[in-house]
Structure formats: structure tokens, C-alpha cells
């Protein structure tokens, strides 16, 4: 009897399965009976409930990489006096690519290598960068920076598609100045200070934010000094906030 209802059941298979071909189904049809599930192609495919579900679970990349672009302003903190600037106009650019790790779907640790821009729109600091008040009326005064970094990311899942972010980074500032944009007999002047006994090289700083998809919104400190205390005794405002976003 055994036999009989086994015999039939293949043949059953069998039929169905040629009928699925002839109808031009792309897609396997399955038949679940008890804990066996049959898979209706060719070959004929027979596995437990349970596999066919571990199966259908989707892996998590142990490994992937990006590009990404950020911007933030510069948000001076009440705890300590910096040198004055205009904070709507005081700002930072980065663009870079990163790699990152995925030992589990809670956790990612990875590193980067970005191109950074600082600028900060300076008050009266003629005299504390040069030493001198350039001729003619003064329009703006800016201190800027370009700089190569690379750090660690690490990444903690609190909520699906949404992470916790924090990094620590080093830079290097390869070009730094103060520049000086005035008027002398009606005409524009532009003026480029430039002095490595004042102006620190490297900088080092963290950066903690939240991320969701692509985007993260984050808080950045800096802890090293743009300027040497030796020459320039007050700093600009270390905290910036942003926002990034994965291309």
C-alpha cells in the first residue's frame, strides 16, 4: 500500500511539473506536505520546512565600501573663548571613500580616506595672524584649511536600517592660510598669509552621529590646536555639526 501511495504521489509530481514547463512559469512551484517540501522542476527537489526557510534568509555582506560626501558649520561653545568668527559663514566640506566590515548585522568597523575643507569667516584678526593691518578698508578675512585624514568607523545597529556611528580621525593639513579680501583706492585686493611657525600641520578630533540609510547626522570635536600656542594663544571653535550622506 506504501508503494501504491508513493508511486502515485511521483506521479502526481511528475504531471504537475510538466504542466508548470508547458505553461511557461519561470518560477518553481512548491508543494508542502507535513515537514517535506517538494519542489515542482527539473530536477526534483525535496527538503524539510525548516531548510527551506533557512534558505530563504537573506545574507548580510561581510564586506562593502563607498563614497560619501558631508558639510557642517562651525558651532562655537560657551565653556571657551575663541577667536570671534561668523558662524553662518564659518563651515567645513569633506568628501572621501571608506571600507568597512560587518562581523555580524549588529555591528561594523571599517576605516577611510577623505579630503576635508575648513573655513572660517574671521573678526578683526588682522593683527593676530599677520601682525599688521594690510592697506585700504577691509572686506573679509578667512582662515582656511585643506587637509588629507583617515580614522576608524564603528558602527553599533540600534533599529533596523538605523545606526549608531562614531569615529576617531587624524589630519593633515597640507595647505594653510589666512586670507585677507579688501579694497585699496576702490579696487579689490586679495591678500594670502601664509606661516608654518603659527599654523599647526596635524589635527585629531571624534565625530559621533546617527545614521539612517545613507545619511548621518553627526557632532565633531577636534582636539588638537590649528595654531601654535607659542604665536597664537586663542583657538577657533573646535565642535562643528554636519551631515553626510553615502553616494
Known amino acids: 500500500m506504501n508503494i501504491l501511495k508513493t508511486t502515485i504521489l511521483l506521479a502526481t509530481t511528475a504531471l504537475c ?3 508548470w514547463a508547458q505553461q511557461g512559469r519561470t518560477e518553481p512551484m512548491r508543494v508542502r506536505i507535513g515537514e ?5 522542476q527539473a530536477p526534483l527537489q525535496l527538503q524539510s520546512a525548516k531548510e527551506s526557510a533557512t534558505n530563504n534568509v537573506k545574507k548580510y555582506p561581510r564586506h562593502s565600501e563607498g563614497i560619501y560626501i558631508g558639510f557642517g558649520f562651525a558651532a562655537p561653545t560657551r565653556e571657551s573663548d575663541y577667536l570671534p568668527i561668523h558662524s553662518g559663514n564659518s563651515f567645513n566640506l569633506e568628501v572621501g571613500c571608506r571600507y568597512l566590515h560587518h562581523p555580524s548585522r549588529y555591528y561594523t568597523i571599517g576605516t577611510f580616506l577623505q579630503y576635508s575643507y575648513y573655513s572660517y569667516r574671521m573678526k578683526e584678526a588682522s593683527m593676530t595672524f599677520m601682525g599688521y593691518m594690510p592697506n585700504g578698508n577691509i572686506s ?3 582662515f582656511r584649511t585643506d587637509n588629507i585624514g583617515t ?5 553599533i545597529r540600534l533599529l533596523p536600517r538605523t545606526q549608531l556611528e562614531g569615529i576617531v580621525y587624524g589630519d593633515w593639513a597640507y595647505s594653510k592660510r589666512f586670507v585677507v579680501k579688501s ?5 579689490k585686493e586679495k591678500s594670502k598669509y601664509r ?8 589635527g585629531a578630533g571624534a565625530q559621533a552621529g546617527l545614521r539612517r540609510n545613507s545619511t ?7 582636539f588638537t590646536n590649528f595654531f601654535n ?5 586663542t583657538e577657533v571653535p573646535r565642535l562643528s555639526i554636519g551631515i553626510s550622506f553615502g553616494l
Do not use: H
Open 17 to 19: 511539473t510538466t504542466s
Open 151 to 155: 580614522g576608524i568607523i564603528q558602527r
Open 216 to 222: 548621518t547626522v553627526y557632532a565633531r570635536y577636534r
Open 195 to 202: 606661516d608654518g611657525t603659527k599654523f599647526n600641520p596635524f
Open 229 to 233: 600656542p607659542d604665536y597664537i594663544s
Open 36 to 40: 517535506t517540501i517538494l519542489t515542482l
Open 183 to 187: 579694497r585699496v583706492d576702490g579696487n
Open 140 to 142: 573679509r578675512e578667512f
